[in-house]
């Protein structure tokens, strides 16, 4: 294929819908790390009217004692007191009387929601996500009670439950209000940051620019983001790198909102100020990704290689661009991504894919082996394996895979509801 004909091929394709796709399964590095910079935070004062939207009604009255009625009566007292502790910031005060009141009602759920968003305020992690494991059981509808559990387990450095949490408390539903929005989608795209799970924290991020929040701290992280960069490798505060990472973050949030032009003219004065700077092409080369403008993109991806000879991630966006357009042309880059990284699943899928594609199905089966043992539910993997089992006459395995892709398929449908 000529080049001028492989250009145009590539410009006709949608190529980062495709890439999209496969790239949501790029987490090529596992390391946790902890932020070095004070993260976006609640303010104690809309905590309480928050509980009151989303928390229901939890008791029916019942017929009591006597015994009982003076047990309430001092719970009464110690619930008032407690409250106006708290409204008169005696914070001291009103965590020892809620701790009382709650002796003798332990399934007081507004109890327990303003001792542990004080305890929270104060920075007691492990005892304010004490309190929210004992408000979830009273509350099991309330998103709220989750996202606060999962914002204590942030800080305390609990990544893996963090993110579970968060998700599930913003699917449950949480109060729509700005502030709170921006604090969850800020804590899930720097959890998945810590991960290294680049891609997928773009997306955590990019909510937030859809949302019209664009505070330095978010264009941090979408800066984090789009050039890969763990959040205790982030550059000091007052650098001239911090200022780069800020200002990559602003163009990817620009193309996010699908302002290219805008965005390209940001990238290509970044580019111009520090084209040495690690992975800028490679950011540049995602965004006219988005902007369906592939062939510029190839060109931006083939600058951080020369930049970056042991570039993992613009091999793999070369390799992504080229599979169904001209996938023996994308064949070598997704070769080097395996021989720089072997430890990265993703780029034996890929580059099992793209052997499939071209034929090379022997080859691919080792390959697609690898990416399915990685990615136990990932169903195209699944799909790609039954092909080349098939091709490769192994019948039995060709059924198997297609099982087990059908059956991924079907949760992978039941599922579609609750996404978020």
Partial sequence: MSKAAQTARLDSV??????????????????????????????????????????????VARPISGQQRKATANFDVLAKQAGDAKDGDRLDEAVALYRQALKLKPKWAEGWWSLGTIEYDRN???????????????????????????????????????????????????????????????????????????????????????????SDKV?????????????????SAGSTSLVIVQRAGSAACLSTLKKFDQANQEYTQLISDAPDFPNIHYAFG???????????????????????????????????SFYKVDSSAGLPYAQEAVNLSPQQPFAHYLLGLLLLDTNQYQKAIPELEIAAKAFPKEKRIFFALGS?????????????????????????????????
């Fill in 219 to 235: 264009m941090e992280g979408m800066g984090m983001a789009v050039l890969r960069i763990l959040p205790t490798e982030l550059p």
């Fill in 14 to 59: 949608n190529t980062a819908s495709h890439t999209e796709h496969l790239l949501m399964l790029f987490m090529n590095d596992t390391r946790i790390a902890r932020p070095r910079t004070r993260p976006v935070r609640l303010s104690r004062t809309m905590l309480p009217a928050i509980f009151c939207l989303v928390c229901l009604p939890l008791f």
């Fill in 388 to 420: 080349a089992y098939a091709r490769a006459g192994r019948s039995q395995d060709a059924t198997k895979a297609r099982a087990t892709f059908a059956q991924l398929n079907k949760e992978s449908q039941s599922d579609s509801s609750t996404t978020y």
């Fill in 124 to 214: 007691n992690y492990a005892s304010a996500a004490s309190d929210f494991r004992k408000l979830i059981p009273l509350a099991p509808k309330d998103g709220m009670a989750l996202v606060m559990l999962g914002l204590c387990e942030f800080e305390l450095g609990q990544d893996t439950p963090a993110l579970k949490d968060l998700r599930e408390g913003r699917a449950l539903g949480v109060a729509n209000d700005p502030q709170l929005q921006e604090v969850v989608f800020y804590h899930e795209g720097m959890l998945l940051l810590r991960a290294g799970q680049f891609k997928v924290a773009q997306t955590s991020f990019a909510t937030l620019c859809k949302m019209n929040i664009r």
């Fill in 286 to 320: 995602l965004s006219l990704l988005e902007a369906n403008n592939a062939s510029k993109a190839l060109e931006q991806f083939k600058s951080e290689i020369k930049n970056n000879p042991k570039s993992v991630a613009a091999r793999l966006e070369i390799a992504a």
